[in-house]
Nanobody, 127 residues
Framework: QLQLVESGGGLVQPGGSLRLSCAAS????????IGWFRQAPGKEREGVSC????????KYVDSVKGRFTISRDNAKNTVYLQMNSLKPENTAVYYC????????????????????WGQGTQVTVSS
């Protein structure tokens, strides 16, 4: 079965860092564009970052530019989200998602574009 499993979340102080991982099983990750999304309590799901199949094209929501970095290691079938300079407003459940892209060099920040989803990992930024 096609599965995505997030890990790496936890409690961190403001200004700290976390690296989230999204591990795929049951399919070859390099056939898919991958997105990271987050959802805070009472809020809509928001696209945070995404990466194309090769990693050559990435996108970020404005609020995380310069602080978050998405990357992928297709040999490990894993995508990462490095989160630096974390802020309390970054507190949310973070999800990864996968889809076969319409074009090989593209990715998407809209949740409705994705077919496969992980269960999420909690990130809490608090002192």
């Amino acid at each position: 079965q096609l599965q995505l499993v997030e890990s790496g979340g936890g409690l961190v102080q403001p200004g700290g860092s976390l690296r989230l991982s999204c591990a795929a099983s049951g399919f070859t990750l390099n056939d898919y564009a991958i997105g990271w999304f987050r959802q805070a309590p009472g809020k809509e799901r928001e696209g945070v970052s995404c990466t194309s199949r090769s990693g050559g094209s990435t996108k970020y929501v404005d609020s995380v530019k310069g602080r978050f970095t998405i990357s992928r290691d297709n040999a490990k079938n894993t995508v990462y989200l490095q989160m630096n300079s974390l802020k309390p407003e970054n507190t949310a459940v973070y999800y990864c998602a996968a889809v076969r892209p319409r074009y090989g060099s593209t990715c998407y920040l809209n949740a409705y574009d994705y077919d496969y989803w992980g269960q999420g990992t909690q990130v809490t930024v608090s002192s």
